[in-house]
């Protein structure tokens, strides 16, 4: 009998374990889990919703069709996993924010030199906005007779901090 | 009277003790059968799915275990290291396979530990008792195993290759279940070989004291 419970205490602890990674109320993304937290948020974005998050970027801004300035959270990564926004892939989210924003420094260069920024805050709807944009050509130009649509999340900062030292962060993140 | 059923109880003791003596010869059977069970349950560390380029080797990649553990506790969008790569690609664009593969995978779990199990009952209490199980549960286990690999090697169907992978003629998916399913092979054969033998020391010995 007292095998018996031995086992089945251990099977609980052995479930118990394999559910600890299901369910967290608050995501905290470092320069280790970055990448992996971040691309499911994008795809699995109804996890996320009115969750805590805090994560490190840049200010990214996306221009319309319209002309209208779009400000973005986000880092660079490759193709298969982030938006291709014209002549940028990124990853990240619309940064909607009551307070004030850093510009955009170097946002399309292969710098680390750019306006940084730690924000705090949540995902208030897994619906995504559609934003039209021009395309670029081949050699980098704005294509202004091809119209694309990219999609993206957004992010509702409670706060924005401008980060000095940047210099643990990676602008381009990969698997 | 008395001592004639005393004589016959001694010699059927004596023809017992010497069956359980003859059929002793195949616990080294019973020791292979769980050394198959822990190398198969050891090969679902393999990749059940992986996407492989040419140019850059693996991409992204899904253990058996990630793929039993994610059927077993519905984490297949998670993020945890547990699951590997399950939640992107893999899940995203290939979400009946995976649903496949995790129920696949968890039963062949179960089965690959009862595999283990029987064997190990077997030596501790000195049973030899035959068992449609001795030979079902290794040949289940091959069966299912042989369905992951299908199933991991059919995801080349999915959306995967022409979406996450841009339809780059240097990426395919590849599956290792396919070892498993050898490993499974081999201790199916060591159930049949236990269990023929042990027939044969039995049937010998009914028509020796027939």
């Given amino acids: 009998m007292k095998r018996k419970l031995v086992c089945a205490f ?71 996993y982030g938006c291709q926004c014209g002549n940028d892939t990124v990853i990240g989210f619309l940064l909607e924010y009551d307070g004030d924003i850093p510009q955009p420094k170097n946002q399309s260069e292969d710098t680390n030199d750019k306006a940084w920024i730690h924000v705090t805050g949540t995902i208030p709807s897994a619906q995504k906005t559609d934003i039209r944009i021009h395309a670029y050509t081949a050699s980098g130009e704005i294509d202004e007779g ?30 | 009277m008395a001592n004639r059923s005393d004589k016959q109880r001694r010699l059927e003791e004596a023809r017992r003790k010497q ?91 179960i089965v690959s530990l009862l595999c283990i199990a029987l064997p190990v009952v077997r030596l501790a209490t000195g049973s030899r008792r035959l068992y449609a199980a001795d030979i079902a549960l290794p040949a289940a286990a091959l069966g299912l195993l042989v369905a992951c690999f299908a199933v991991g090697i059919a995801m080349n169907g999915s959306q995967i290759l022409p979406v996450y992978c841009s339809g780059n003629p240097a990426c395919s998916i590849q599956s290792y279940a396919a070892i498993g399913a050898i490993v499974a092979a081999a201790a199916t054969a060591i159930s049949i070989v236990s269990a023929v033998r042990c027939a044969r020391i039995c049937r010998a010995h009914r028509e020796k004291h027939a």
């Fill in chain 1, 10 to 80: 251990l099977a609980l602890a052995c479930l118990a374990f394999a559910f600890a990674g299901c369910g967290t109320d608050s995501y905290v993304l470092n320069e280790d889990t970055f990448f992996l937290v971040m691309t499911n948020m994008q795809y699995y974005p109804e996890q996320y919703v009115n969750k805590h998050i805090e994560y490190d970027c840049f200010v990214y801004h996306l221009t319309d069709v319209e002309g209208n300035v779009h400000v973005c959270a986000v880092r660079k990564c490759s193709a298969e």
């Fill in chain 2, 19 to 109: 069956l359980q003596l003859d059929l002793h010869a195949l616990r080294p059977l019973d020791i292979a059968a769980i050394a198959a069970g822990v190398a198969l349950l050891l090969c679902f560390f393999f990749d059940w799915a992986q996407v492989y380029n040419t140019d850059y080797g693996v991409e992204v990649h899904v253990s058996g275990f990630s793929f039993a553990l994610a059927a077993l506790t519905g984490g297949y969008s998670s993020t945890a290291a547990a699951y590997g790569d399950i939640a992107v690609p893999f899940y995203y664009y290939a979400e009946s396979y995976c649903a496949a593969l995790g129920a696949l995978s968890l039963t062949a779990v």
């Fill in chain 1, 146 to 175: 091809t119209v694309e649509t990219i999609s993206f999340l957004t992010f509702t900062a409670s706060s924005v901090t401008e980060i000095e030292d940047y210099s643990g962060l990676h602008y381009y993140v990969t698997k």
